[in-house]
């Protein structure tokens, strides 16, 4: 590698790797469109953008030697290249060239692709790769991949080990290849070493600009597996270090609201409880109960099953805050969550003389006025909403605690808005997607995590079946028999992915069908995403009530809905959900006395979609589920912090952890690495809190590139 001199700032130089791809040559406006497409907005996203697999196209085959049928790689001269319209075919252009190795003839055609013959100057060595078909006496190749040899240069598309990118319509491998091999030319090549040598020798991995080259165009697999390592290992440092930097920066604040003496008002709320807490929910709430007291500010994960009461737990915390004089917001992902929460919130609190209001953005003008006034002069105690409550006018009087629920659907950014609100609040995130505590702990580095591992007792666990499409009839026919006994039903239509508009089409056609069909004379209502916010609250409303049988609902009711009365929850064309999603759906029954049962109604293609199903089938515990989800899907899918983001599924709809997505390492694959990283930034942070030791101030700007973050200044990791 080209080492820069000692001292030598490499800033000029980040700026440079930072620039906008579409400055780069070869790429223009419109390419630089279809790059961002896939995540590539920089030279550094394209450089860190790993071939999503690669092609062995070194072994070259003498032509004498090409068989029917193989995929090969073939080196020789060009002898003779023509372009023609054959005469039977009209309007078809052929372009066919002859090449020679000593051995044999190979003849490669183009089809419709006439500018390929001033790619071809005759005499030249190229390299060709593609399958061989032996016809008419004949060793062709069809369309093949090829590359003309020039003195010295080396060979990029064929002739060697090839990446292949995950790429989008309008960008041809050949292009990506192109622009990789330009910007490891240009950059890659004299990018500064900024991993600290201790570190690169502790671990035996290769230095920055041989890793970019070898993880892109490698010589051999073994050095492209040593170049990913050293790839994976400098992110996952980079995002420890950010993580545990954040955590010291948190524990080293001291709160700006001290809450005063609530006396037994905690002990009244849970006293007054029509059940006992579990041990589970003791314990948390303990835990929390002991932050708040602490002089750091609360930043806490709460993670439980469906069902296992964090609600009661998240009251508490609120009821502490405003018996302790300050006022506390919790924020929700739906409308119809946010309401829920303010139904249960006031039932609960309100006895004890806590206010509740709700802040949703369906309000009418003035009744938002009213509860915005309520909030800003602290008549209001506790504030349950959606994002509404981080639109700009929402101010309040004394933010003590914020409590986000089901934080995987937020943005980093917005749960930032939110504490913004208050001077340093409590914070305490809530989410019904638990994962293994160990992985929690790395990724959630920054945050501490509370979890509720244990059921209110007495709950019969809800009965899971799959079923073939076939079977309908009797699934609607057991729905109509529950009904029949008393009983309501949910019926979940099938997911489609990209919009709300055609999700809610297909739960009012489904609906439709139902009443037109098995379910007729029952009373069945939809409920989705795009209803106004009345006619959802009055069928919330109606449901509750017990009157509606059948509700027919897109994912919004996922989260949180909560009517004990409800046994059935029939999910059609099941195999196209999450297993998490899936668990998730199937935690809205089985919330009151009455047996209850989830079917999911599909017709799976593969034999893992079976075993999908089967998984849910067998066991009730969230946790395992979410182990199964995270080997099947990654946990990116599971948590939002997608690390295969990019590629395909790169829509708005996409979860975001906000921590900066990670591009090269996987947290399931990786973890080996992620615990070394883990380790190595703590005793970094140890030794030098803010990274200002010379040997690891390339370090610290990374860190800045990478994530934004500055390292923390005079703060001991414990
Ligand atoms: P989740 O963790 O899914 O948000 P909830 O807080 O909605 O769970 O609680 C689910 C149901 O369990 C609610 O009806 C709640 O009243 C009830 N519940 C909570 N804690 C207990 C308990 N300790 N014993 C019995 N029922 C409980
Ligand atoms: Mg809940």
Redesign the pocket.
Not at 304 to 312: A, I, P, R
């Given at each position: 590698m080209r080492r820069r001199p000692a001292g030598d700032e490499p800033t000029a130089e980040a700026a440079r790797d930072a620039s906008p791809i579409q400055y780069m040559k070869g790429v223009g406006p419109a390419r630089a469109r279809l790059l961002a497409r896939l995540g590539v907005r920089t030279i550094t996203d394209l450089l860190y953008r790993l071939p999503r697999r690669l092609e062995d196209r070194s072994h070259l085959r003498r032509i004498v030697d090409l068989l029917h049928g193989s995929v090969d790689t073939v080196r020789g001269t060009i002898a003779r290249v023509e372009k023609f319209r054959p005469r039977r075919r009209h309007g078809l252009v052929l372009v066919k060239a002859a090449v020679t190795d000593g051995s044999g003839v190979l003849h490669a055609v183009w089809f419709n692709q006439p500018y390929i013959a001033q790619q071809l100057p005759l005499g030249a060595e190229v390299i060709l790769h593609g399958r061989v078909q032996r016809q008419a006496g004949e060793i062709q190749m069809a369309a093949p991949e090829f590359e003309v040899l020039e003195a010295g240069e080396e060979t990029l598309h064929v002739g060697r080990i090839v990446p292949v990118y995950g790429s989008t319509e309008g960008l041809s491998q050949r292009v990506l290849r192109t622009l990789v091999a330009r910007a490891l030319d240009e950059y890659g090549a004299t990018a500064a070493e900024w991993l600290p040598e201790t570190l690169r020798r502790r671990h035996g991995l290769p230095d920055l600009s041989d890793a970019l080259r070898q993880a892109h165009f490698p010589d051999t697999l073994a050095a492209h597996e040593a170049a990913r390592a050293r790839l994976v290992y400098e992110e996952l440092l980079l995002f420890q270090l950010l993580l545990l930097g954040r955590k010291a920066a948190r524990e080293a604040e001291t709160r700006a609201i001290r809450y005063g003496d609530a006396g037994d008002l905690v002990a009244r709320f849970h006293a007054g409880l029509p059940?006992?807490?579990?041990g589970a929910?003791r314990r948390v709430i303990a835990e929390i109960l002991r932050d708040l007291e602490s002089p750091a500010p609360m930043n806490r994960l709460l993670q439980?099953?469906?069902?296992?009461?964090?609600?009661?737990v998240a009251a508490t915390a609120l009821l502490r805050c405003v018996g302790g004089g300050a006022q506390g917001a919790l924020m929700a992902p739906t409308e119809i969550l946010a309401g829920q929460h303010y139904l249960t919130l006031r039932a609960l609190l309100d006895p004890l003389g806590v206010g509740v209001v709700l802040l949703i953005g369906g309000l009418s003008r003035s009744a938002r006025q009213e509860t915005i006034e309520r909030v800003r002069d602290g008549r209001a105690d506790v504030v349950v909403g959606t994002h509404a409550l981080i639109e700009e006018d929402v101010a309040f009087h004394r933010l003590g605690l914020v409590v986000v629920d089901e934080q995987h659907r937020f943005g980093v950014a917005q749960r930032a808005a939110l504490r913004r609100k208050g001077e340093r609040p409590d914070v305490l995130v809530m989410t019904?997607t638990p994962i293994p505590r160990t992985l929690a702990l790395t990724l959630y580095g920054d945050l501490d995590v509370s979890t509720?591992d244990e059921l209110?007792?007495g709950r019969a666990p809800v009965r899971t079946y799959a079923r073939p499409c076939s079977r309908r009839p009797q699934v609607y026919a057991f729905v109509r028999e529950q009904v029949e006994a008393g009983r309501q039903a949910y019926v979940v239509c099938p997911l489609i992915e990209e919009s709300d508009k055609l999700q809610a089409e297909a739960a009012t056609e489904l609906a439709g069908r139902l009443r037109d069909g098995p379910l007729r004379g029952l009373r069945v209502e939809v409920l989705h995403g795009r209803m106004k916010v009345e006619e959802r609250d009055r069928t919330m409303h109606a449901l509750r009530a017990g009157a509606i049988d059948a509700l027919v609902a897109t994912t919004v009711i996922e989260v949180?809905i909560?009517v004990?009365n409800a046994t059935v929850m029939v999910i059609e064309d099941a195999d196209r959900f999450g297993l998490s999603q899936l668990h998730q759906l199937r935690?809205r029954v089985g919330?009151g006395a009455h047996q209850s049962y989830c079917i999911l109604i599909a017709d799976p293609a593969t034999e893992q979609g079976r075993a999908r199903l089967q998984a849910l089938v067998e066991t009730s515990d969230g946790f395992r589920i979410a182990e199964r989800d995270i080997e099947l899907r990654g946990v990116g899918e599971l948590i939002g912090l997608s690390p295969r983001a990019g590629d395909d599924r790169e829509h708005a709809g996409l979860r975001q952890h906000g921590l900066g997505d990670l591009r090269v390492a996987d947290l399931i694959r990786d973890q080996a690495w992620l615990h070394r990283a883990r380790q190595d930034a703590a005793a970094l942070l140890r030794v030098d809190p803010g990274l200002r030791r010379p040997e690891h101030r390339r370090l610290g700007r990374a860190l800045a590139a990478r994530f934004g973050a500055a390292p923390v200044e005079n703060v001991e990791v414990g």
């Open positions: 059940y006992a807490l579990t929910q439980g099953d469906v069902g296992s009461g964090k609600t009661v019904a509720l209110p007792p949180g909560d004990p935690g919330r």
